[in-house]
């Protein structure tokens, strides 16, 4: 009988080591897992250029400007423009944004100060001092914008108009500079949209005219276009005008 005992206790004491032998593989597995997945991934590094152009005369004003370019590999994803007055070393412009192609902004050319005065720089409101105008991309062209900021004379800085005011607009259809008379239009999947702002003296707006063409569908064969027509004045509507179109 204790012989029998004696060989049951020495399987029991091989099957014991093996399990702790299988546990013991099992564990040296994971760790070397454990380490692969553990190794550092690339950082990216992001740098910032600062370029100064030379001092040019805009609007009557000594200026310059000077732009930072943040990104890495050559790929620049924010630019920050600043204009400056030379006298005062005050502001005069702000802008910052992303660049959806930054092949448009290269900003080692030589020239590129150059371009960007002559790009950007128009007089919209027709009173003898440029304005600033930069196209903003969009997720899609009907949420693209034409940013406009007016040269203010009194401050002697570029301002955004508020909500009633602001000339921005997805496309900028005219300048009629002879009429002065700002032609901008925007569109989404019901409609075009169009503004006329009509200018008097000192850049100031006499009125403006809107006109929305808006896309009605009836039934499967009968289609309506309703055409509106507002003028507003100092935020009053004066005049008002709806035509609707019927096509089958």
């Not at 013991?24 to 250029?49: C, G, H, L, W």
């Not at 006298?87 to 080692?108: A, I, Q």
């Not at 007016?150 to 900028?172: M, R, W």
Request: aromatic share 14%; hydrophobic share 35%.
């Amino acid at each position: 009988m204790l012989k029998y005992l004696k060989i049951v206790c020495c399987i029991l004491l091989f099957i014991n080591c093996k399990n702790s032998a299988i546990q013991n593989i099992s564990s040296n597995e994971n760790t070397k897992i454990d380490t692969v997945s553990a190794e550092p991934n690339s950082e990216i590094i992001y740098d910032t250029i600062t370029k100064k152009s030379e001092l040019f005369l805009l609007n009557n004003i000594l200026c310059y400007w000077e732009n930072k370019f943040i990104g890495y590999d050559d790929i620049v994803e924010e630019i920050h423009m600043e204009l400056k007055n030379t006298r005062t070393k005050g502001s005069l412009l702000k802008y910052e944004f992303h660049p959806k192609y930054p092949s448009e902004y290269n900003y080692e050319s030589k020239d590129y100060f150059k371009v960007v005065n002559e790009k950007y720089f128009f007089d919209v409101t027709f009173d003898g001092y440029k304005d600033f105008i930069i196209y903003s991309y969009g997720s899609m062209p009907m949420t693209s914008m034409n940013v406009i900021f007016v040269f203010d004379v009194k401050t002697k800085t570029f301002l955004s108009g508020d909500d009633e005011n602001d000339l921005s607009n997805t496309n900028i259809e005219e300048i009629d500079s002879i009429n002065k008379v700002l032609i901008t239009s925007s569109f989404d999947r019901e409609g075009y949209y169009v503004k006329r702002h009509h200018f008097g003296k000192n850049g100031k707006i006499k009125f403006t005219e809107y006109l929305d063409e808006i896309d009605f569908l009836q039934n499967d064969t009968i289609s309506k276009l309703i055409v509106l027509y507002r003028k507003v004045k100092d935020g009053i509507e004066i005049e008002k005008k709806i035509d609707t179109i019927t096509s089958e």
